[in-house]
């Protein structure tokens, strides 16, 4: 079972480049989010979507956009790539829907590094 | 001051060792997490709770909602039990609040 899968599991890029960044999961969930960890602090929501075609702001989406292509796939761009946004990034999946409660499942995590 | 705090930040024990790591949050809850994070950084889900207390094998996770305070128990522990352990709390925006994590290593 594959779960949540992310690709590419690391980049360097430099300042000013653009990339994406996949996500897909054959879970059939509703919901997907995308995180950032940085050292010495708790992973924090970028975008999350709720459902296909809903897509919401999360504590830190200044410099990224996403699109929900569909159940399966949630992207996170990066249009100009500042040196700010080195992180390890996180996509998960959940049922969740509305108020009701379920455990998150995430990827592997990409390695983003930006010169 | 951060809403989801643990305790403690490091933690080095014997192999077989009982084991607790605590967190304690400033908001009201619906749900409180504890995910593990494995060296090369996959994160699983370990247990989702409102109340009282969940069992899995030697895991055991419980909490207290009015003194807002989650204990993660490990029994027995063991080398492979090494890994970053993450308390999150789903507040009233609905979203997940993360703590920092706790780093845990078992020395055999």
């Known amino acids: 079972n594959a779960g949540v899968t992310q690709t590419p599991k690391f980049q360097v890029l430099k300042t000013g480049q653009s990339m994406t960044l996949q996500c897909a999961q054959d879970?059939?969930?509703?919901?997907m989010y995308w995180y950032r960890q940085d050292p010495g602090m708790g992973l924090r929501l970028i975008y999350y979507?709720?459902?296909?075609?809903?897509?919401d702001k999360g504590e830190v989406p200044n410099g990224y956009n996403v699109s929900r292509l569909n159940k399966r796939e949630f992207s996170l761009r990066l249009e100009s790539a500042a040196p700010s946004q080195t992180s390890v990034y996180f996509c998960?999946?959940?049922?969740?829907?509305?108020?009701?409660?379920?455990?998150?499942?995430f990827g592997d995590g990409t390695r983003l590094s930006i010169l | 001051k951060n809403e989801v705090e643990q305790s403690p930040q490091n933690l080095t024990a014997q192999e077989g060792e009982f084991i607790t790591i605590n967190c304690s949050y400033s908001?009201?809850?619906?749900?409180l997490h504890w995910l593990q994070q494995h060296p090369g950084g996959g994160i699983v889900s370990l247990f989702m709770?409102?109340?009282g207390k969940k069992k899995h094998g030697r895991l055991i996770a419980t909490i207290n909602i009015q003194e807002k305070h989650s204990s993660l128990h490990i029994t027995a522990s063991h080398p492979r039990d090494s890994a970053v352990y993450i308390c999150?709390?789903?507040?009233?925006?609905?979203?997940?609040?993360f703590g920092t994590g706790t780093l845990l290593a078992v020395q055999p």
């Open positions: 999150a709390v789903r507040g009233a925006t609905n979203k997940l609040i």
């Open positions: 879970m059939n969930h509703n919901s």
């Open positions: 998960a999946s959940s049922a969740e829907q509305g108020l009701r409660n379920q455990p998150q499942h």
């Open positions: 908001v009201g809850i619906s749900a």
């Open positions: 709770l409102s109340s």
């Open positions: 979507s709720a459902s296909e075609g809903t897509t």
